[in-house]
């Protein structure tokens, strides 16, 4: 059975800020690390847009918002993948934890921010001379090529398990784990399908009215692995020249062999600078290299074939 999936990925972006989160004032800032040279994109906006792509696509399964969760795992795709918080009892539980972890997307390009001014029009002349200051605003932005990582934990996926509690006495104490909800293979396979098919289309960052770009995948590598883990997360990162570490991606495709891990790439030219070194590489570990398109269809095939 695989346990987990996991995808690296490279997006190419042009000039965006991805980020759901609003600046303060008429300035939206662009969220940066390493000493402001290069953006990121959280990975809760990165989780957003991945549930509300897969909600596009599957709306009648999305029974609740996330602001108000129903807790109905078995039923309720929206709970079920996003996990939640409940502020109540509900049928599964108050609290689950979200079964797809996915890191920050982080730009591995250093670059200068550019600054938009943006203007609104107004038919409405204005006496006010506050309100019409509002009108400008300026966006902060950066073209860049984003790393991305998630997790997927694919045994708790339509399940959900709570400790088996025996009271002795006044003491409590958690003697084992049962479990509470437990979809069929087949809802839970059409619910991991929904996931691979929501990284292909991954969409609907913020701004997209103004600055229409995406973080699907362009070069993607896709692990159908043996164990719960999440080695092998900084595979594609890239260095000063848009390099991937050749040495540091032969040892995880050794490690993957070892453990019996299942792989595929799915690749786009002219993303990585020293791409014909990096195929070679997936060649001499038998990687397939298709398109990512290909990759995906091959994973959504390979974990079918998991069926107990
Ligand atoms: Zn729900």
């Known amino acids: 059975m695989v346990k987990s999936i996991a995808l690296t990925w490279l997006s190419k972006t042009d000039l965006s800020n991805l980020n759901s989160g609003e600046g303060a004032g008429n300035l939206t800032e662009l969220k940066v690390y390493d000493n402001g040279r290069k953006p990121y994109v959280s990975g809760q906006a990165v989780r957003r847009a991945l549930f509300d792509t897969i909600q596009r696509s599957h709306p009648e399964r999305f029974r609740c918002s996330p602001?108000?969760?129903?807790?109905?795992v078995e039923n309720c795709w929206s709970c079920d993948l996003r996990g939640f918080l409940?502020?109540?009892e509900k049928k599964g539980g108050t609290r689950r934890w979200s079964p797809v972890k996915a890191s920050p997307a982080l730009g591995q390009v250093a670059k200068e921010i550019v600054s938009d001014l943006l203007t609104r029009h107004s038919d409405i002349t204005k006496e006010n001379r506050e309100s019409k200051d509002m009108r400008l605003a300026h966006v902060q932005m950066m073209d860049n090529i984003y790393k991305l990582n998630l997790v997927i934990d694919t045994e708790n996926v339509g399940r959900v398990q709570e400790p088996t509690i025996v009271t002795e006495g006044?003491?409590?104490?958690v003697t084992g784990w049962h479990t509470t909800v437990?979809?069929?293979e087949e809802?839970?396979?059409l619910r991991l399908h929904a996931l691979m098919d929501g990284v292909y289309h991954l969409s609907g960052f913020a701004k997209q009215a103004r600055q229409l770009s995406s973080l699907a995948p362009e070069c993607l590598i896709l692990s159908l692995k043996q164990t719960y883990n999440q080695r092998g997360l900084s595979t594609m990162d890239l260095d000063a020249e848009?390099?991937?570490?050749?040495?540091?991606?032969?040892?995880f495709l050794k490690e993957a062999k070892?453990?019996?891990d299942r792989i595929c790439v799915g690749w786009a030219p002219g993303i990585v600078s020293n791409e014909k070194e990096i195929?070679?590489?997936f060649e001499q570990y038998q990687v397939p290299v298709l398109s990512v398109f290909e990759a995906i269809e091959w994973a959504k095939t390979e974990m079918g074939k998991e069926r107990v």
């Open 258 to 260: 070892h453990l019996g």
């Open 182 to 184: 437990q979809v069929s």
């Open 170 to 173: 006044k003491k409590q104490r």
């Open 279 to 281: 195929r070679k590489i």
């Open 242 to 251: 848009n390099r991937m570490d050749p040495e540091g991606l032969m040892l």
């Open 67 to 72: 602001e108000t969760p129903c807790g109905d």
């Open 86 to 88: 409940a502020p109540e």
């Open 187 to 189: 809802e839970r396979i």
